[in-house]
């Protein structure tokens, strides 16, 4: 047996440092925030894995949009499965407006009146819908005619002279980006306003699933990170039972396993799935993740 | 301000009186019970309000289909949004399997070797997806023209026997049933199953958004009610916020706020975006669903 | 392997009904609440157990009191350890004052200008402070002379007139009562307020230990109910500790293990320390108690 | 209104440069993480004011002596509150045993035949326990005529010939701490096995309630860090009530407000109480304490 060794702070400590501190430790939050570190690293540097990235929760207003993104840039991703909100709010921004510092305990209806939607303490003017509306006013004719739900942000992607965004990356880096729910979204409203306008747009529902399926199949090794369940976690997870499972798995999310829902699961529950290799790497860290991925993600630089 | 009068158990007690104690009790948990169970009250006994049932969560096989479906046949839901999953195991149980008691501290690799499938303690035979196979061999002719997943998955509902069904009843009450990730789950990769045979399939991924703005549109009054959050939650959530706000919600959910993600916002938030009307009634209960659904519904009978 | 058989509600159903058909489903947190009604019964029914019962969490502002009591009068109890909060509470309505039903978005400057202490959203008159300042004022001399923690608390619960009291109540049963941690309370305050005046008290901060040990060393069998954790669960487990383990045991928390703190802990986890035994019978209920014990005690009316 | 600036990671960035990246952002949990961190720095910087340090939680198995070691050490503390857990591990610790890093997974009746006590994933030799046995066999004359459970504990610290730990460290510096709860833990327990044996000891239960009371009253101002809640926060939060309130708050918890329990009660609702001053700098952390303790008291070095 290892001894827990106590974590030491230091003068000037990087946060690497602290990373190797806390695997020192190894045990509770602390330990398994150093644990998601060391299968990160090994899952970036084998050559043979495909990394499988979900990513649910309010990343974008919550300040963590250059960590997606450096992560993105730096060809990690293979699959980004991610919801139409936080792709709703990384083109609000890429459109040029920001989420503010706010606080939860202002009169909500005070904010209504002053036009600001608040994610928890983060502030959105409500005017950014206006800017969408002109924005899918504009381009719909250059988006409509998509195949899937990929094509169709890349198409919004495309679109983008901001160079820090999301969608735009993952266009210019041709990353399969993937957002089954994404007629539940800000995004997805805009294209009922042009619906409603008599406006024609056929994205098909399921043709996406080819291409995440494909990947899947083609890889050597699978590593799957989540942040946050909801549908992009399942989505994953879904490829993973049906092409032999996942061999390093990161979890991040503060969901509990009682209640059954698939955004609590342990990932360990996946192996009897065949989600998970029986031998897999992996780890579940229980921790908000607006604190967990700049820890974690610290190794990669 | 009114007194805490401490809960009094008696002997046969029936469910409805326990509700009444927890009213007089009136504070924290069970106080917000019986206040969820008298706004649903209210709801259904407002002629002018159309009920917005969301749900997340793994329901089915939490043991939950008879209340959901006694909720849809009695006519109260206007438009039913949910997750792909609880409609892939509801699936799963009209093609006569069933979910079993399980355990969370078995050993995932012996169930996998077994073929059962784990959802925390419920357990799923794995060859149930042999019987999904053949389901949508036999079938897919006769569902894949749909235009929308609503007729999607009606189309899906016509074709089973078995009476005790979510997506049965839905069909033969017409309820408007929205699933936007259904991509993401057992019947996707069903659907997937038959694409990659060469089959056609071209649900389009945006269309129902006509059907539920709709309907939203249209009500005089407008009632939510959330299981989970996820995606289920903020697709009625966003209707709302194009639509004047719903009047009642009850939202039961076991996230929190603090972490900034959709499904743990309170439903109060929602006033600054216009999903919720400044003076609607309206309770977060803070509550495992397989508890908290069987004792508020209890109101209804 | 059992089936999954969905929860059925019923017009007049009754609380031990709902409980059946919870057993019925027997999965997640209903399933639980289920088996910890079963595990209680058990407990109770079986006559060489001995009942260690330990309360923390705001019971007596959350409106539980009067269960918490029944429980105690039923002669059940054979230990019972609780916090000094719930004391202080429960003395505080013994001399008249009430819990009201508040809310938690309430300013709390403004409650704090009018006199009302906030439990979340229940609320306390602090003019309380100044009914306790009196009542040991008047009672301290029959007070001061206890050796140890229980017959002080038992002293108190001789002064009280009001029936309907956990103090009054363990007094009159001599059911024996534990606080370790009573110095953190209202009351402790309150003796602090004598101490100042120059008065004289001499409680033996240890002497209870003995009490509780034997009373556990003597039991053929025993069952443990914890509501909540904090020391009231804690001072339990290490008297199971050193005597053998409990038989039976039913946990009512809402913390999770992963962070390592004892109120959080599984029941399993205290098998490695001999807290539980090996073949034990007991759940862990992940609910909150003021929904949970109206539940779980309604199967012994 | 401020923007939310997204975290940015770099190559050997500092944990003091991260924690300005999360100050930045300012929104959820890392923006609460860094204004805990500034309010820390306040705290300490201002030499009018008395800093209470409330530690609950498996803080020792957990790996986090040497950061509350270090704050003890700086002198930053005037008022150390914990629980007789921690303190017990810190005992075990000094007299030479360690903890080890196991898995929650694990048997845990094998682990009880093999002599490990389980702490989520942290694990001890239960052949302590003989140690600690034989340490009060010898040591017991030396600290039994404590007055106070202060004393009593400062007795055991000038025991120790371990440098490193939290009971030697709090003797040799004269910080006060309180553990109300002592005979709640394994100490509790050594006391007893003396007096089973007809050892003579009298810690008076109610007496430092003087000592913190004074401390209080004494400081111009007062911060209170809180890692946890239980009776080390509720002790502090009682002795603010009583004397003005604090005018800094730092709350690392878990627990969450909705059940009513004083652990997961929000700081804000002491203002309703006086035990935090209305225009107070404070902040509530959601986090596991072995995660955010490191990265707030990064700031300290």
């Known amino acids: 047996m290892e001894e827990v060794k106590h ?58 949009k250059n960590i997606l993104i450096d992560f993105l840039k730096k060809g990690y991703v293979d699959v980004f499965v991610t919801t139409g909100a936080n792709l709703t709010h990384d083109l609000v921004e890429a459109l040029n407006f920001k989420h503010y510092k706010g606080s939860p305990s202002v009169n909500d209806y005070e904010l209504y009146k002053k036009g600001i939607d608040r994610i928890y303490d983060s502030f959105m003017p409500n ?23 990929t094509e169709f942000l890349w198409a919004i992607g495309k679109l983008l002279k901001e160079k820090n965004s999301i969608l735009g990356v993952c266009y210019r880096k041709k990353i399969p980006i993937f957002c089954p729910g994404i007629a539940d ?26 291409r995440i399926m494909e990947i899947s199949w083609q890889a050597k090794k699978k590593g799957v990170i989540y942040v946050g369940g909801g549908v992009p976690k399942n989505y994953i997870q879904q490829a993973m039972q049906l092409t032999g499972g996942a061999d390093y798995g990161i979890q991040i999310t503060t969901d509990r396993p009682e209640y ?42």
């Open 7 to 64: 974590i030491k702070l230091r003068k000037n400590q990087k946060v690497t440092e602290l990373l190797k501190e806390m695997e020192a430790s190894g045990v509770m939050g602390a330990g398994r925030i150093a644990r998601a570190a060391k299968i990160l690293k090994k899952m970036v540097h084998n050559k043979e894995c495909k990394i499988f990235f979900g990513v649910a929760g309010a990343m974008v207003p919550g300040g963590m």
């Open 127 to 149: 005017k950014a819908y206006e800017k969408l509306e002109d924005f899918f006013d504009k381009n719909f004719e250059l988006i409509k005619n998509s195949e899937d739900i």
């Open 185 to 210: 979204s800000g995004i997805g409203l805009m294209v009922w306003g042009r619906i409603v306008q008599g406006k024609n747009i056929k994205v098909n529902a399921f043709e996406d699933l080819k």
């Open 260 to 301: 059954g829902g698939s955004s609590g699961a342990s990932l360990k529950e996946g192996i009897s799935w065949g989600k998970l290799k029986r031998n897999a790497e992996f780890v579940d860290v229980v921790c908000d993740a607006t604190i967990a991925l700049p820890l974690i993600f610290s190794v990669l630089y």
